[in-house]
């Protein structure tokens, strides 16, 4: 049977580069954005393109009073578009950064990255679990500055670790219905992340550049093709670790 695959935060980005690579590997994909919903059906258009069914959903994952009606429009489109009444692959993708010295950082800020990276995380996936199949698959997306400490990142990265000790506790109570559970933690990457600081300026580019191994930053197609080989048969007893995808960033 055909897998499906959601993934949140898809609009652009990781999400969207993993939602395009998770179809080329013959899953069909259901994507969330928060904003951008021309972007989003654009990517559900790019699924389409390659013959494999796909939806878009609005959804804010720092906001979980909306996840009862977002579970019940799955459950009908599921129904609807697939006949079926589970999906197989989860990835918790959505989010944004914030760089701010510990000194400087507002509530807000703080308020802001716990919901979306945690607090969003935790619970819906908790909102999902009823929809998930036995046999299926999460992956949380971390970060390769959980490993170091720097400057600025201190809020972001607290909350990336967080999912991160999140993704164990996971692998473990939802393995007996033969759920795996893994973290993906890339280096920095040329996205709109952060203002697309790491791919607009030359300087901060650089500096990344130096630091990883391979000598240059990442770039999308550098994490969308790794997270949808984790989903394949081929990397099923992959449980339960922190696989860092950074071109060796900091070693
Ligand atoms: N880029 C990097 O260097 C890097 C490195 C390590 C980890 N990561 C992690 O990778 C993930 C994706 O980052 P990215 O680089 O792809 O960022 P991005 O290009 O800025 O894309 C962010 C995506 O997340 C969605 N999103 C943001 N806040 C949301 C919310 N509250 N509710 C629902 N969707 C939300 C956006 O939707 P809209 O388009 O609708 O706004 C967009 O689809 C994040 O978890 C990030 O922390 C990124």
Redesign the pocket.
């Known amino acids: 049977m055909t897998k499906i695959a959601i993934i949140?935060?898809?609009?652009?980005?990781?999400?969207?580069?993993t939602a395009l690579h998770i179809a080329d590997k013959g899953s069909d994909v259901i994507i969330?954005?928060?904003?951008?919903?021309e972007?989003?059906e654009a990517v559900v258009a790019e699924i389409e393109a390659k013959g494999r069914k796909a939806a878009a959903f609005?959804?804010?994952?720092?906001?979980i009073s909306t996840f009862p009606a977002f579970v019940e429009s799955l459950r009908r489109v599921l129904k609807d578009k697939w006949q079926r009444d589970t999906f197989d692959h989860l990835v918790?993708?959505?989010?944004?950064?914030e760089y701010a010295m510990i000194a400087d950082t507002t509530e807000a800020q703080f308020d802001?990255l716990v919901?979306?990276?945690l607090k969003?995380v935790f619970f819906l996936t908790q909102a999902l679990l009823p929809v998930i199949a036995d046999g299926g698959r999460i992956v949380n997306?971390?970060?390769?500055?959980t490993r170091i400490s720097a400057p600025g990142f201190s809020a972001?990265s607290a909350v990336?670790g967080a999912i991160e000790i999140l993704s164990i506790y996971m692998a473990k109570e939802l393995g007996a219905r033969g759920i795996a559970v893994n973290t993906v933690?890339?280096?920095?990457?040329?996205?709109?992340?952060?203002g697309?600081a790491?791919r607009d300026q030359p300087d901060m580019n650089k500096f990344f550049a130096d630091i990883i191994a391979l000598g240059r930053a990442?770039v999308?197609d550098d994490?969308g093709p790794m997270i949808a080989g984790l989903l394949t048969e081929d990397n099923r007893w992959i449980n339960a670790q922190r696989i860092e995808v950074s071109g060796g960033q900091v070693i």
């Open positions: 949140t935060g898809a609009s652009r980005g990781l999400g969207r580069n969330t954005y928060r904003s951008r919903k972007e989003a609005q959804l804010d994952t720092a906001d918790n993708n959505a989010g944004h950064g802001g919901n979306v990276h969003g997306l971390s970060t390769g500055l972001y990336k933690a890339p280096g920095a990457i040329e996205t709109d992340f952060l697309g790491v990442g999308p994490i």
